[in-house]
């Protein structure tokens, strides 16, 4: 058994209290020393002073002990939506390159999206070469979304029975696709899919823009030889992912289906479904680092300008504070990355904005981004931080050892240092795609070290990496 003392763990709201934490695989006990407030130990000064008396007292030390360097300990984090394209698109990224990056990112669990990878994971079969193929090549563990895309359609409900037997966590479904391996689909096809999961108490995750808005404004833009980014950011408008997201929690209402309206991005889709949650409709939404740091506005900027190109793309200043406030109001699910890398050398430097991939690799970024801007700076608490990046999702998903540091849970653990800082710099990012729109961005928090099932997997300060393999299949529960 190993010992990690000395960490803070939250309690409630901004609540801590310092403790020593047992585990070997799983969590055997958290052991409270003492209890505090964030305020007692917000800046380095304090936290020193509170150091310097607890140590004039006592504090176990024992020779099997790790020692916690009171930093925050935190559940490690689950990134539910994530595209690490093994099989199939490695070019892009690749489980090895990506799920150090989720160490490095404080990220123990994630699960990835159907879509991209080669075959997407739409039946049975499917699911089993993905499984191979990244068996014993992920440094973290991994749960896996299924999906339903528009080439598979006729088969839904026997793929829907078969995927959710071997622990799929969710499907996903789009209603505006490019890809071709993974098409979009109706609205109708959306309602007979949302009917058929009701019955398994499944979650549904939709991209929501809707497929008419967009491509009419998209091809008389393309007609018209006009292919700037405001052409692209026109398209894909606010309005289309209201039109979609009315239509797609009237489908929420009428089937009880658990939908997750993934990558939320305008102020007046939250308030819908906000709107509908009080109606008591079985909807949630995700976010991403992205909608809650940049507007339109920084397309202007050449040197980050297609590094954040998206789908769909960050909106205006009052979009970005009223996702801030929902997540604050406790009216979202989850932050999310929506990760999403490329080789930035061949697919990120056209001219013409309709060409560039879209997508941004986020899993490194999202633990200190949303301690740094969210908690530090006030706009949701401790709690609230740890439940958006980890918590929420493992209770979403039924991921039942996963999420909490608390006896018979898995031993994930997070080490945060809230008293550090860092300058994001893409030429030190772990994932294949070395680029971020964060590039230059500060962090006022450091993650410092990881723990997966009670392994170190990543320790900063040693650039130590952890044994690839030693992530396994979650299933999820339900
Ligand atoms: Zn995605």
Not at 85 to 95: N, V
Not at 257 to 284: C, F, P, Y
Request: hydrophobic letters at 35%; charged letters at 25%.
């Amino acid at each position: 058994m190993k010992i990690l003392s000395n960490v803070f763990v939250c309690t409630s709201g901004n609540n801590l209290e310092l403790a020593d934490i047992s585990f070997d695989d799983k969590i055997k006990s958290v052991r409270k020393i003492t209890e505090l407030t964030w305020d007692d130990i917000s800046t380095n000064e304090k936290k020193q002073r509170f150091i310097s008396e607890i140590e004039s007292k006592k504090h176990l030390q024992r020779k099997d002990t790790i020692y916690g360097n009171y930093l925050l300990a935190m559940p490690g984090a689950i990134d539910p939506h994530v595209h690490f394209d093994t099989p199939g698109f490695e070019f892009r990224e690749d489980i090895e390159h990506a799920s150090i990056a989720a160490a490095f990112g404080g990220v123990t669990t994630i699960i990835d999206m159907p879509c991209t990878s080669i075959p997407p994971v739409t039946n049975l079969e499917n699911f089993n070469t993905k499984l191979q193929a990244i068996r014993n090549r992920s440094l973290i563990d991994f749960a896996f979304w299924g999906g339903i895309g528009g080439n598979c359609f006729f088969d839904y409900k026997k793929n829907i029975f078969e995927l959710r037997e071997a622990g799929i966590a969710g499907f996903k479904v789009y209603t505006i696709s490019g890809m071709k391996e993974f098409s979009d689909l109706t609205y109708d096809q959306i309602k007979s899919v949302a009917i058929n999961l009701a019955e398994y108490g499944k979650p549904m995750a939709v991209h929501a823009e809707d497929k008419f808005i967009v491509t009419s404004i998209m091809n008389e833009r393309i007609k018209l030889g006009k292919n700037s980014w405001q052409d692209y950011t026109e398209s894909r408008n606010t309005k289309a992912e209201v039109f979609a997201i009315k239509k797609l929690i009237q489908i929420a209402e009428e089937t009880k289906v658990k939908m997750l309206i993934v990558h939320l991005s305008s102020g007046e889709s939250i308030k819908l479904i906000q709107q509908a949650i009080s109606n008591g409709v079985d909807i949630s939404a995700e976010t991403c680092p992205h909608y809650l740091y940049f507007t339109s506005d920084d397309f202007n900027k050449t040197e980050i300008r297609n590094y954040l190109k998206s789908a769909p793309p960050v909106k205006d200043k009052s979009d970005k504070n009223q996702l801030w406030k929902a997540l604050s109001e406790n009216q979202m699910a989850f932050v999310s990355t929506d990760h999403a890398g490329c080789n930035p050398d061949n697919e990120k430097i056209s001219e013409n904005f309709w060409e560039v991939y879209g997508g941004i690799p986020g899993v490194e970024h999202r633990v200190p981004f949303l301690f740094s801007e969210g908690f530090l700076k006030k706009k949701i608490t401790l709690e609230q931080t740890i439940n958006l990046l980890s918590t929420n999702a493992a209770e979403y998903f039924n991921l039942g050892m996963k999420g909490k540091l608390s006896a018979g849970k898995d031993a994930d653990i997070t080490l945060i240092d809230l008293w550090n800082y860092q300058i994001v710099d893409s030429k030190k990012m772990h994932s294949k795609g070395k680029y971020t729109p964060f590039e230059k961005v500060k962090f006022n928090v450091v993650v410092d070290k990881t723990f997966l099932r009670g392994e170190l997997i990543m320790d900063l300060k040693n650039n130590f990496v952890g044994k690839i393999g030693t992530g396994k299949y979650i299933k999820s529960e339900k």
